[in-house]
């Protein structure tokens, strides 16, 4: 892998379809215009549609040919993941690329629309679902990625499986690591799942090192000016994201992040993850315990 590897390097996408997550703003925002910027077809998947349609006019500022469409999505109320996905499957015919990339950030507590820890039901169990509901377009489309997004912070945690909501005591960023824990969890059961399904399409993680975006709005107003001085900006960040979704050397199960000091800045490389999160038992009890919770199962996989 080059070291210099930027999103210049990103391969021709015209003809591709893309989902991304999250697609206003931060990594999302900057993801999603340069794959727009190599010519694939973006979905954007937004919750706030005002500000989708606002980053999509940005977009177009410097990138004028961008097809882009926007979608409504709230991770944190499955009712409306399904309905993203029916308005999808209406529209298009294909999907290349699915990138879940939303996420929410050591918020107060709070349950989503469907009684879940935020952290938890938004940042895993909504993307779970998503991915789920999109699988057979995914099995549908030759060589498709699932690509999620995870963080450092997915060391620090181990998955209880007795107090996934939080009910015994919630700590911010405890809850947030059991998050980022869980996504790469599923990031490579789905793939063991894959390849013994003979199904032509591969699950990858990436995560952004430390990235300046709206993330950082929950910590102190004391912590944000340090943390600032040592991160990168969002088009750093999504880097690995887009070495994921489009490298041609990726294989199934990778995970890429910063080359830099402790993976906080620099440019993509394949990265390790923590012992926990290579634990097949964890991963095979979360997608059992994911399948309960969003009562949704995969096409093929399960």
């Known amino acids: 892998m080059s070291e210099k590897w930027t999103a210049e390097n990103i391969p021709d996408q015209t003809g591709r379809v893309a989902i991304v997550t999250g697609a206003n703003s931060g990594i999302g925002f900057e993801t999603t215009k340069a794959l727009a910027a190599k010519g694939a ?9 005002d500000k989708a349609h606002n980053a999509a006019a940005d977009i177009r500022e410097s990138v004028p040919d961008a ?5 409504e999505l709230d ?7 399904r309905d993203f996905v029916a308005a999808f499957k209406e529209a298009f015919d294909r999907l290349d690329l699915l990138i879940n990339n939303a996420g929410v950030m050591v918020p107060p507590y709070g349950k989503t629309a469907n009684g879940f820890e935020l952290q938890f039901g938004a940042n895993h ?3 779970f679902a998503l991915t789920g509901y999109l699988m057979d377009a995914l099995q549908e489309t030759p060589g498709s990625r699932v690509v999620t997004v995870s963080s450092g912070a997915h060391r620090m945690a181990k998955m209880d499986f007795k107090n996934l909501q939080a009910e015994k005591g919630y ?6 690591g059991r998050s980022k824990l869980a996504n790469l969890l599923f990031t490579f059961e789905l793939q063991r799942r894959l390849e013994d399904a003979r199904i032509d399409a591969i699950a990858v993680a990436a995560h952004p090192g430390g990235t300046k975006t709206n993330l950082q ?13 040592m991160m ?11 070495y994921a979704a489009t490298a041609p050397d990726v294989k199934g199960g990778d995970y890429y992040g910063p080359d830099g000091f402790q993976e906080m800045r620099g440019y993509p490389e394949k990265v390790a993850s923590s012992k926990e ?23 093929g996989l399960s």
């Open 277 to 299: 999160s290579k634990d097949v038992g964890v991963a095979r009890q979360l997608w059992v315990e994911s399948e309960k919770l969003t009562g949704i199962t995969f096409a």
């Open 41 to 49: 077809t973006v979905v954007m998947a937004c919750r706030n549609l």
């Open 125 to 127: 169990l909504g993307h």
């Open 232 to 242: 990168q900006d969002a088009a750093m960040g999504a880097l690995p994201t887009l």
């Open 171 to 176: 700590k911010p960023w405890e809850a947030y």
């Open 67 to 71: 097809s882009l469409e926007i979608l």
């Open 75 to 81: 991770l944190a109320d499955l009712h409306r993941v």
């Open 217 to 229: 709005s929950n910590m102190s107003a004391f912590v944000r000016p340090l943390m600032n001085l």
